[in-house]
């Protein structure tokens, strides 16, 4: 079977459902290919409160905050020797975020898109992306999950939503790159009957370090609580060796922090324990002629500030605004693509950093573990690190040689729990305030406009003010 569409997204998770609505509400007729049938097991419950905004520009806040999610008032950290919550309202009163179970949250971001005109097709997994000569993505090859059935579709353009699995990146450009740092390994598992986590606002995400990494509580609406485990990847394979089974080393760690230890008193283990590995990555392409990679499809960070369902809903929102720009407003494809990836890694590199320099700011018993994520000088150099970058460090003018003066800059004025709390990035909608918006903020003269249309504005096109 044959067929032609306008826009196909493959990958129906945040970033994919959040890319397909936008544009169906500008018009566009998407397809949306999804390999599992929803709901699907998800890992990453803890969102912060940038989602807020994208889910009203989605039209989907209210049914997220109408299924009775457990609300989410911060974090509380006890981080080496220190202790402190990061309230999300202490600035404005109206931030909060949620702690997801995954499976339903998805579930009904998908609904809300099938809402919203966009056609999803479940149990359809995409096996490969076929290219014309000049390169360009034009057409995917897709079989039924079941095997009954098969066949291609060409589309104008598509966004590669497909999460770790990668498509583009791991099947056809081959050019994801795993990091110097944070080479960790994250476990966990679901309790019920436990104690009720009373550090920090209410229905925090508790994280805490550990002498060989850390480990996070989060309480979900359904009365269970999701425990995990962050430790370094040679850390975990000498610990296989010595203890053989996951559950047993599973069961040692959250032991060995007293509030963790204390949470699962007199409770119970209901899932068996779950593992990723070797979860951060960047791939060298975030877009290319026909197509863009959002979501983990283009970059996965380590889980320590919960950035993911962030990285995937913003990279959807810019996505959908690169897309409807070049498909309705004429702007030249490379000039938009540029845009894109431009914006998505600046937003990415400076969650990379902070993350870095949040781990740094505890060294813990086992050095070697919060060591290895110190960025390295290759990844340094690697970093992108653009003007807007930049201005989180004030009095950087200089920016020829400021490179490594603004990861130190940086550095030093995110080391420690109050620059975290005052920190935009994780409070108070999160990245969204350094969001390429606005004239000042256009990256390569171009910049986001939700108002009055979803769409990538030129600087030039806006009237100089009288
Ligand atoms: C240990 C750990 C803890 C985490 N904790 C958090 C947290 O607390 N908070 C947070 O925000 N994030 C967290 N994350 C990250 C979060 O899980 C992801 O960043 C987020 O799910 C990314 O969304 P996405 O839409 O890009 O990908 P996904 O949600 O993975 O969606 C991708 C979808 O694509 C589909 N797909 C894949 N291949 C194909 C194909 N070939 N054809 C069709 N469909 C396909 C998949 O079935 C999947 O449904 C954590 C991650 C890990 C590993």
């Given at each position: 079977m044959h067929e032609s569409v306008q826009i196909l997204v493959v990958g129906g998770g945040p970033a994919g459902s959040t890319a397909a609505t936008l544009l169906a509400r500008e018009g566009f007729a998407v397809t949306l290919l999804e390999r599992e049938h929803f709901p699907r097991y998800h890992i990453g419950e803890s969102l912060l409160p940038s989602c807020l905004p994208i889910l009203d520009l989605m039209g989907a806040r209210e049914k997220i905050e109408n299924h009775g999610f457990q609300r989410k008032g911060g974090a509380y950290f006890e981080w080496g020797t220190e202790k402190w919550d990061l309230r999300f309202d202490e600035l404005d009163d109206t931030t909060y975020s949620w702690q997801v179970v995954r499976s339903e949250f998805d579930h009904l971001l998908l609904e809300h898109a099938k809402s919203q005109g966009v056609d999803v097709r479940e149990g359809v997994t995409v096996k490969e992306v076929l290219f014309d000569d000049d390169g360009r993505a034009v057409q995917v090859r897709w079989e039924n999950t079941d095997r009954t059935d098969h066949g291609e579709i060409s589309f104008d353009f598509m966004v590669d939503a497909s999460g770790r699995a990668g498509l583009l990146a791991t099947?056809?450009?081959?050019?994801r790159r795993f990091h110097d740092v944070f080479k960790n390994v994250g476990f966990w598992g679901y309790w019920k009957g436990t104690k009720p986590i009373e550090q920090g606002p209410d229905g925090a995400i508790a994280v805490c370090s550990i002498p060989e990494g850390w480990l996070w509580a989060i309480p979900l609406h359904d009365d269970t609580v999701s425990i995990g485990v962050v430790t370094g990847k040679e850390h975990f394979r000498a610990e296989q060796e010595r203890q053989g089974q996951l559950a047993d080393i599973y069961m040692e760690k959250i032991k060995s922090s007293t509030l963790t230890a204390d949470l699962i008193e007199g409770a119970e283990l209901v899932s068996e324990i779950k593992a990723e590995t070797d979860y951060s990555y960047v791939t060298e392409n975030f877009a290319g002629p026909g197509y863009l990679l959002a979501g983990d499809a283009a970059c996965f960070l380590d889980p320590l500030l919960s950035t993911g369902v962030h990285l995937a809903t913003y990279s959807g929102l810019l996505a959908a605004a690169s897309v409807s720009s070049i498909l309705r407003d004429g702007t030249e494809e490379d000039r938009a693509l540029r845009f894109y990836a431009s914006a998505y890694e600046m937003s990415y590199e400076r969650l990379l950093v902070l993350v870095s320099v949040f781990y740094q700011t505890y060294r813990g018993r086992d050095e070697h573990f919060f060591e290895a994520q110190k960025l390295t000088a290759r990844e340094k150099n690697q970093l992108n690190l653009h003007e807007a970058f930049l201005n989180i460090v004030t009095g950087i003018e200089d920016l020829a040689d400021a490179k490594e003066r603004a990861f130190d800059a940086v550095a030093a004025r995110l080391a420690g729990p109050d620059a975290l709390s005052n920190n935009p990035l994780v409070n108070h909608n999160a990245s969204m305030e350094q969001m390429p918006d606005s004239p000042s903020r256009a990256l390569d003269g171009l910049y986001l406009e939700t108002e009055p249309k979803l769409t990538l504005r030129a600087v030039a096109d806006v009237p100089a003010e009288a």
């Open positions: 099947k056809h450009l081959r050019s």
